[in-house]
């Protein structure tokens, strides 16, 4: 318990004041200036973004869950907006703050600065829990999943984006940087066991994978090819991993990020 305690406290520092050692920095600066350029030149955010709006879908009598909210995201706005009862959950008090003055006048949404797993979060019947890039700060899978199944009401769902250790290159680059990695002991990227594992105790409804072949994009600028030729690649490459991921695992498992709609199953 003691170890749990101390964990969570380094975790709200990390978030709280961005305590990340200089190789920790170097690696978030390079890691999301790539992806981001990635996701900017193949239009994948607002390709997930329309994906996860889709599978909303109406939330006007649903109760909603923004788990690991952080200070909210585009569709935290819209489903406190849109849902009957929104409520954000976020280890960081900072955050939290932040985002509770956005939602400032939305009489139905409230924010907590809680841990998920402790018996302090008291919020029950969830119709739809989000979770943008946060099932993966859990090493505890079996744990996470029986929480988040207690919390949803039955045949409630879950969104989650969770990144994959499951390609070869980079299952050996994070083999290398994890040693020096500030939050590795909450950064636990789903293997292929973790995926079956959650494909066990739930129905998976629908899933997309990401940066399969569109991760070696970065080979293709250093050729001296023009820039529309290389965005044109990207853009194929990346079509074929984004249809290719729903149907199979074999293209799933090359792609860096997994993004799911998940129901209970029926009791």
């Known amino acids: 318990m003691g170890e749990i305690k101390d964990m969570i406290s380094k975790q709200k520092a990390f978030y709280?004041?961005?305590e990340k050692n200089l190789v920790t920095k170097i690696w978030f600066y390079f890691r999301n200036k790539t992806l981001n350029a990635f996701r900017k030149n193949i239009g994948l955010e607002k390709e997930i973004y329309e994906l996860h709006l889709n599978w909303l879908g109406d939330l006007s009598k649903k109760k909603v869950l923004d788990l690991g909210c952080y200070e909210g995201n585009s569709l935290s706005f819209y489903m406190a907006k849109n849902s009957k009862k929104y409520v954000g959950v976020d280890l960081s008090e900072k955050a939290i703050k932040i985002l509770g003055k956005r939602l400032r006048g939305i009489p139905s949404a409230e924010v907590y600065s809680v841990d998920f797993l402790s018996s302090e979060f008291e919020e029950m019947d969830f119709d739809l829990i989000y979770a943008y890039?946060?099932?993966?700060h859990f090493k505890n899978t079996g744990e996470i999943i029986g929480k988040l199944k207690q919390k949803l009401?039955?045949?409630g769902k879950i969104i989650s984006y969770d990144p994959l250790t499951t390609s070869l290159p980079?299952?050996?680059l994070r083999t290398f940087y994890r040693p020096f990695q500030t939050d590795r002991?909450?950064?636990?990227p789903f293997s292929k066991k973790v995926y079956y594992r959650y494909s066990r105790e739930f129905e998976i409804l629908d899933r997309r994978a990401v940066l399969g072949r569109t991760k070696w994009l970065f080979m293709i600028n250093l050729l001296p090819i023009g820039y529309d030729k290389k965005e044109k690649i990207g853009l194929k490459w990346h079509l074929k991993d984004w249809?290719?991921?729903k149907y199979k695992d074999a293209e799933m498992f090359k792609c860096m990020h997994l993004t799911m709609l998940m129901q209970t199953k029926a009791r």
């Not at 890039?133 to 993966?136: I, N």
């Not at 002991?185 to 636990?188: D, P, R």
């Open 153 to 155: 009401r039955p045949e």
């Open 170 to 172: 980079i299952k050996l």
């Open 16 to 18: 709280d004041n961005k």
């Open 185 to 188: 002991e909450w950064e636990w």
């Open 243 to 245: 249809e290719l991921s």
């Open 133 to 136: 890039g946060v099932l993966h």
